[in-house]
């Protein structure tokens, strides 16, 4: 170990011990403050960050390291009403590949722990970028500042660290060496063993439009720190927030004496849209997936067919359930948000709400709530927050792609009964934003494939149920049928709630019950909540579970006889 | 916990301790020994065993306590010349999936602790059957009397304890539940959370024919501690010792109250042959597999299709390179018994043996050994080896299929010269045994072709090469395009000792080095070699790493509002 390094080993000791012990107890624990707020990053962080946001519109991105660029392109539109007009360095699928090839040995020679120390350095460093990463994630994915302020920057620097302390806890299972000596009777034999950890090969991380670094960052760290180079391959109307995080890794990496090759871009064009040319590449180990169910099988079964390891988030269909409540408002006001969060672009947005016919019971007053009231209470909550001036243009963000729209349409025609219309939604700092208000529409049991399918936007169903049984049964049918990403159960009878938990779990649902206040079922917290249970259709990856980064390496022994 | 699991997991603490220290630092641990003798194991056992052996020809084998089963079969041939006229219950594929179904809730219930303590008290139990089995292996397999003791017996048996410490370290690697308070300025928000451990779902195991216990019991037993029943599959001609241990592992759940089905034999038929509707089958959530590469492929690429995780060992070309030795004798000594040992019939064994065309430096003598010195030395080693009596016989045991004779004819065939030739080895206590010493053939690295294939049994090839760099790169290469399961090279030069283990690691091979003295390449100790390392053509299991377990369940949690 150099010195450098090992000065940064003792650096971020603490903090790899906190997370690691977080990870493990699943705590809570967060490295880096969530509220984007000069007082935590530095009074002029904020305004730093939007200079440099500004600064870049219109212009090159000039930041990457990565050599031998062939040509440059770029593609964004803001869903809130602008060109962004910015231009990315495109490396072919060949030069991305041998890049990483010639960094891959030296950073694999490296110990874990140095390699650890060195990401968390990486992130730390990278964490300067967080305001000029809101702006730009908000200006490409369509969310509104403070959740892409905390989408891209703390809470994805959280998942990348929990990725970390997984990746090396998993390797520090195995001692390095021993020294193996085999009773023979009288006698004895002994030989010098080594154990080495071998990468599987570069991996290469497909990112999505609307979560561009939370989604890649899981993948990107848990590769880099089981000793294998990573080229994050961008969405192409989503690049910017990628590009700057890359950036600054690779910046990072430069500054610690490192190949910035480790970490590069991908930017598809419209002539190479790079993900089958770089998954088919010669070296390449483990592949990580975020994107549409069909794409992903096709990368499953390929990956499958040439030893690659692939590691998929695809989509689910996301149910609740509303037995019984303490007190319906507080359910329905966590419920509006959470159809209203980033206008329900999230994997882990709630699309069919399960309400028994009879109704709800409210124990705080007693009453037995009418399903009718309770769909009518649910539609003022929606509409009173998107009317909020202050927080709903907030909220639902905008949308980041006109077939989002085109979808909103095509649910408006299925013929079922609309509860609650969509309409756009006047953004005063932004008239041009492309928006949509959640559409409430009412689905059947019996037509089933009218809602058992993703609908990805601010598209939900209202399904009457004759019981909790039966609302339960539907729950748990969807899930083994569809696959899932997060479930919401409210019920204040402690047997129900046992009893959907047990069924939920054995389906392979996450589970939840009784959400209200600030917490929502659409996110999950580092180090504490498992995102992706790897046990539906969903998908086949856990963030961060040990069969995320135990399957991105081997470990092989050395025998040495005398 | 219910009183009796407490007792057992107090019971097994040591053991699990002991065995759980020596994997993670790779010392030396045997929990059975692996002498088949009288003194350590019961005066009586040997005897016992071989009544069992003798009464159980001929008859139907009624030990197992599966339930349903539909007809009888049985089609075992000794290697050594006799028919074993054993029948066994035939349960559809339908009937042991359904078994496995009811058996599963109450056994994913119990904690990972429980299981583990379980588990070793039914291999503590099973190990009364060592000397039956050993008798049932030898008698299917082929396998010498010894080596059939201690490859279905201690050995498979420590891969088992191994695979339950693996999968119990996996699984305690997070807490069962969590307090989550997440501050909010000056207030906070509190969740309650629970994680639990969900298999993927029954386990199938797919059996091969020379190591039917051995190469078994590490997917079983790293299903069951994760959660999951398990089916194993025998090889129509190699079924008795699996049924051995089977209706042991039955019968010692049924004693400690708890299903027997969890552990299940599945009998293939000419009618049934169980694998494709077994794996086929609705609620199968991993596969293991050791067998045929092309076979192995089908599996891979089924299992991604349907969302099962399978793990393969399926085939390699193993290779030795001999640059330079201490002591030529110790070095062909060594390699010999490596070619005799159940006449290459491992997926372990030695095949293409490639030497300096310029000789080999022995430094004892301080002189260059010619490569025609060295291969007729080695001649001489394995015909001092089989024409040994006392060892011959028991070292090479007899050939398991009779496909593997013509394999041996065929390989004469390919017009290469005949180095050694191929001969029946008298067996006195078994005049009827089909045996056939080491076929040595010298290949020519123009036409790798001839030997880059596994030739299963007793075949192997001595190759020239111009130097030891040249032999080297034709060892990677052949990692490369064949997969290997393990490489030994001689050399007394430390430079080109860590250049090979470099490249035969970069490769993804294990690396083994001047192996002398009663340690052969063939073998690898449980707790302390990887076997297999899930980096080549070769398969993507290695007993046992994090993958192999981890990959077994999910962490499932679940959150509770207030």
């Not at 359930?321 to 359910?331: F, H, N, P």
Request: aromatic fraction near 8%; include cysteine.
């Amino acid at each position: 170990m150099t010195a450098p390094f090992s000065a940064l080993v003792e650096k971020h000791r603490s903090t790899i011990d906190a997370a690691t012990a977080a990870w493990r107890e699943r705590t809570f624990y967060a490295h880096w403050p969530e509220v984007p707020s000069g007082k935590l990053y530095g009074e002029d962080a904020p305004s730093e960050g939007k200079r440099r946001f500004d600064g870049q519109l219109g212009k090159p991105f000039d930041r990457l390291l990565q050599r031998d660029a062939q040509s440059w392109h770029g593609e964004e539109e803001s869903p809130y009403g602008f060109t962004l007009g910015i231009t990315y360095p495109v490396l072919s699928p060949d030069v991305l590949v041998a890049n990483a090839r010639r960094a891959a040995p030296s950073w694999a020679a490296l110990s874990p722990a140095v390699r650890a120390a060195v990401l968390v350095e990486l992130l730390e460093r990278a964490a300067a970028t967080f305001f000029e990463l809101a702006h730009a994630t908000q200006h490409t994915t369509g969310q509104g500042f403070v959740m892409a302020f905390q989408a891209s920057g703390p809470h994805a620097f959280d998942r990348a660290l929990e990725a970390v302390v997984a990746g090396l806890w998993a390797q520090e299972t195995f001692a390095g060496a021993a020294t193996w000596t085999k009773p023979l009777g009288k006698t004895s034999i002994t030989l010098t063993k080594r154990y080495r950890i071998r990468p599987r090969g570069i991996n290469v991380t497909i990112g999505c439009s609307t979560f561009p670094v939370w989604n890649s960052l899981p993948g990107m760290f848990a590769s880099l720190v089981t000793g294998a180079p990573t080229i994050a391959k961008a969405h192409p109307k989503v690049v910017y927030p990628l590009a700057i995080v890359v950036a600054a890794l690779q910046q990072g990496l430069s500054d610690v004496g490192l190949d910035p090759h480790l970490v590069q871009l991908a930017v598809p064009t419209p002539y190479e849209p790079m993900t089958q040319a770089l998954v088919g590449a010669h070296g390449i180990g483990t592949v990580d997936y975020t994107g549409s169910t069909a794409f992903g099988q096709e990368l499953e079964r390929f990956c499958a067919e040439h030893g690659i390891v692939c590691f998929t988030e695809k989509s689910g269909v996301n149910p609740i359930l509303i037995e019984s409540v303490e007190s319906l408002d507080a359910a329905l006001d966590n419920l509006a948000f959470s159809l209203c969060l980033y206008s329900s672009q999230m994997c882990t947005a709630p699309q069919n709400i399960f309400i028994p016919a009879r109704g709800v019971a409210e124990r705080s007053s007693g009453r037995m709530i009418p399903y009718r009231d309770v769909v009518e209470r649910l539609v003022a909550a929606i509409d009173a927050l998107v009317s909020n001036e202050k927080v709903g243009p907030g909220t639902c963000g905008a949308i980041q792609n006109s077939a989002t729209l085109d979808r909103i349409e095509r649910a408006r025609q299925l013929g079922l009964p609309i509860l609650r219309q969509s309409t756009p939604l006047q953004n005063p700092e932004y008239p041009q934003a492309r928006t949509a208000t959640p559409l409430l529409l009412e689905g059947d049991t019996r037509q089933r494939a009218h809602y058992e399918r993703e609908w990805f936007g601010p598209i939900a169903f209202v399904i009457p149920v004759a019981s909790f049984e039966h609302g339960l049964e539907e729950v748990v049918g969807s899930v083994e049928r569809c696959g899932v990403l997060s479930t919401l159960i409210y019920t204040t009878d402690e047997s129900l709630l046992r009893s959907a938990d047990d069924a939920l779990i054995a389906a392979g649902a996450p589970a939840a019950f009784n959400f209200t206040g600030p917490i929502w079922i659409n996110q999950s917290a580092a180090f504490s909540d498992f995102h992706g249970t790897a046990a539906t259709r969903a998908g086949n990856a856990s963030y961060t579970d040990l069969a995320f980064v135990a399957g991105r390496y081997s470990v092989i022994g050395t025998r040495i006889g005398s």
